[in-house]
């Protein structure tokens, strides 16, 4: 299933916390090769993971990481802004109908159906809470990997040659892709609906009809 | 209803009081025919800081009973940065069913969308907009609205800002040479597709970064944007 999780409350989810960040580590350190820091523990931490970030997890039948990226909004401190400013022509790209998305990553055996459910988590985002675009940063590996997953992002600019190309891009809202991709996931949207319901609802399920009660 | 949502915006920018920003909430109280519109600003040492449309006697009440350390709606809003809908809240404990009780009674809506803002350096405001109704109705305003009540909760946010002497960490509004001249071109009347491509850039970039210059003028939407930028003198023709 998705889990939508404020890096507050992943302790509540020890498990799939740290599978996510020893995956990270996999696909950032070992196969990508990107310059990140890898801890003694074999798990990938960065700056922004203590900026209390929202993580959109897919949780294996096992409790394990599938899938996760990470979302910030870009009123606040992003990786975009602070460090590609020269690959967006000097536009800080700063919306509150903007949030940037990083650290797409998939666990070494996931099948093609969690990079589905992670663009669906992305879509319920837009959908549930008005953000118009994401931003991210990426080099040219992830952009051949997004565009093999039918998630493409429109390149605003780029900087590097070859293998070393880093892109900022961009993705919007597609009414093609809700049929598609729920369909790849052999689920209704309604399922999608209550994964998200889930992860926002504060409420104990036992206890939820007090606010009409009053 | 746009036009008119625009002309309070512009109201807002103008403001250089808190009575101002007080009529402001009152402005867009009676613009969406609901029953409060709040702008709630939390330190982090819990003083508090707003305007709204709540009686002075609730909000004497809110201040003297602490409620802010167990209001659902600030303590459901803190560490998050998504819209927040007062059904999704935790009202089961006993203090926050007092509170609750407490609050319809001072004529407080059943209903409640509650947006997270945060500025520089850990600063924290929620913007609400309450309301009586059952929840379809509420739960089609909050669609109809939702984009709406979050840009109005910036431009809230930037004015409490500069309010309090931070002017320097509200957003800048100074253009990027990128965003004047995409301004320009939609101001001298081309389309989307015949300003990009003139910049020699994707539609997509355009549309992004003409957002980036709204969220820093403050405006509704592109119109409104180009309108600011003009009279602003940051775009000439």
Redesign the interface.
Known sequence: MLRYI?G??LHKHPLLRDTMFRDRAIQFHERLGWDVTVDEKGEEHDQYDAL?P?YVIWEQPDGRHGGSMRF??T??RTMVNEHFLHVT??????????WECTRFCLAPDAGREVSAALALGGAE?MA???V??F?GVFDARMVRIYRLLGMAP?V??QVGEGSDVLAVG?W?WDDAFWPRTLNRLGIERETSLDWF?QS?????PT?KR???A? | MTDVLESYLDRLQQATTLEHLQQSTEDLRDHYGITHVVYHWVSSVGEQYGAGTYSTDWVDRYLERGYVRVDPVVQGCLHRFHPVDWKQLDWSGRVARELLADALAHGVGNQGFSIPIRGPNGQFAVFTANHSCNDLEWSRFVQANMRDLIIVAHDFNRKALEFEGKRDLAPSTTLSPRETSALTLLAKGLSRAQAADQLEISEHTLRVYIEAARHKLGALNTTHAVARALNAGLIVL
């Open positions: 404020y507050v409350d209390n929202l910030l909004p009123t606040g022509d000097g536009v800080r790209i700063e919306s509150p109908l903007i985002i549930n809470f008005a118009e675009h931003v429109e605003i600019g961009l919007g319901r926002f609802s504060a409420i104990p206890k007090i606010l009409e009053a």
